[in-house]
């Protein structure tokens, strides 16, 4: 128990009994001796005790209904009371139980034992109270640490929004800054390699140790200082706690998490970008057979086109030598130059379509170099 002395407040309508008990413990405890229910309740109102000795039968108010009104008062629940009594029968030690008493002596009560009901009570509620303390500090240590994993739990659902490293970047380092900490980051992904610094820039030295570090120790401290490793990732923490163990503890914690949040989102962004990349190897690979079919079908257009010229000037001589052998007259020369000048005009249709057909690989291809723009 405490060196202070523990104040035990007496309950008894007869001044001899009160004197008698007043005697035995003031050596050992702070007393004060009531008279009445009634003046037991005021008196605690102005000087709380720490256990109080309640006699049952009294005039008025007895103990069990003292007792009672003791318990429902918040502020004075938590004290003992140790009921004495001439009774032994069990339903009166029932009563005292239903009334809240702690404990029930029965008169002639032996001074020794008195004592000993007292010393263990006041244990009793000491020890209770530090559980009660610590039970407290353990959840308020809780509600904290609920509210410090949200900032974690916030980190990752806002990773998922980062579709490149220097949003994600800037998410960490915000993310840290919700603890109160400076910090320095470094991602190597698809992109360059990039150093980002919660304040201005990362000195030269900084990123040479979140450079040399990769492949290292996870986790290195030195002073107020954490640099963090993983793959893709390096944490320079510029500010631990240090001074209080529990938080730099939980903080620690709290970093690891992020780093290994943000090396995730770091993975599937590579993921993403691989996928993309092979998509646009593919488009690259189409594009050049559209190129080289593009070439062929201008080629074959050439020749098309020259052979076409070719038969209808030979169509064209042949006719002509013919009229003179032919002795046709002027109406059917005319009929005949008209089918023939019909059908040069649908050869030379059908080699326009293979320039619509080029003209429509052009614009596919045009497209695809634009996709590809847009990617890199």
């Known amino acids: 128990m405490s060196e202070i002395q523990k104040h035990v407040m007496v309950v008894d309508d007869q001044p001899a009994n009160l004197l008698l008990i007043l005697r035995t413990l003031e050596a050992q405890y702070r007393v004060s001796c009531m008279e009445s229910g009634k003046a037991c309740l005021e008196a605690m109102d102005q000087d709380k005790p720490d256990l109080v000795l309640m006699d049952v039968r009294m005039p008025e108010m007895n103990g069990y209904e ?9 502020e004075f629940k938590d004290i003992p009371v140790i009921f004495l009594s001439a009774h032994t029968e069990l339903s009166d030690k029932l009563k005292g139980y239903e009334a809240g008493g702690a404990d029930y002596l029965t008169k002639p009560c032996d001074i020794k034992e008195v004592i000993a009901k007292i010393d263990h009570n006041l244990t009793v509620l000491e020890e209770f109270k530090g559980k009660l303390d610590s039970a407290n500090a353990f959840a308020n240590m809780a509600m904290t640490n609920s509210g410090e994993l949200g900032g974690v739990l916030q980190f990752m659902e806002n990773s998922f929004q980062c579709d490149n490293q ?9 993310s840290l800054q919700s603890y109160g900490l400076k910090s320095c980051v470094q991602l190597r992904g698809f992109e360059d390699t990039l150093n980002k610094c919660s304040i201005g820039h990362c000195a030269p030295l900084e990123i040479t140790l979140m450079t ?8 290195k401290e030195f002073g107020r200082r954490c640099l963090c490793v993983s793959q893709n990732i390096s944490l320079l923490i510029k500010n631990l706690p240090i001074d209080d163990e529990m938080l730099c503890g939980r903080v620690k914690d709290h970093i690891v998490s992020i780093l290994n949040g943000a090396s ?20 690259k690979l189409a594009l050049e057979d559209i190129e080289q079919t593009l070439e062929q079908i201008e080629d074959l257009s050439e020749e098309k086109n020259k052979e ?14 013919s009229f003179a052998s032919l002795a046709l007259t002027e109406e059917q020369e005319n009929h005949f130059m008209m089918l023939l000048n019909t059908c040069s005009d649908d050869l030379f249709k059908a080699t326009a379509a293979d320039d619509d057909l080029k003209s429509r690989f052009e614009k596919i291809s045009g497209m695809l170099v634009d996709i590809i723009a847009a990617k890199i």
């Open 166 to 174: 220097d949003s994600l970047a800037d998410l960490i380092i915000a």
């Open 66 to 74: 003292c007792c009672e009104i003791i318990k429902d008062n918040f």
């Open 212 to 219: 040399e570090m990769i492949g290292g120790e996870k986790i």
């Open 308 to 321: 076409v010229s070719g038969i209808i000037s030979k169509l064209n001589e042949s006719v002509n030598k």
């Open 264 to 283: 995730a989102r770091m993975d599937n962004l590579n993921i993403a970008h691989e996928k993309e990349q092979m998509v646009i190897n593919r488009i």
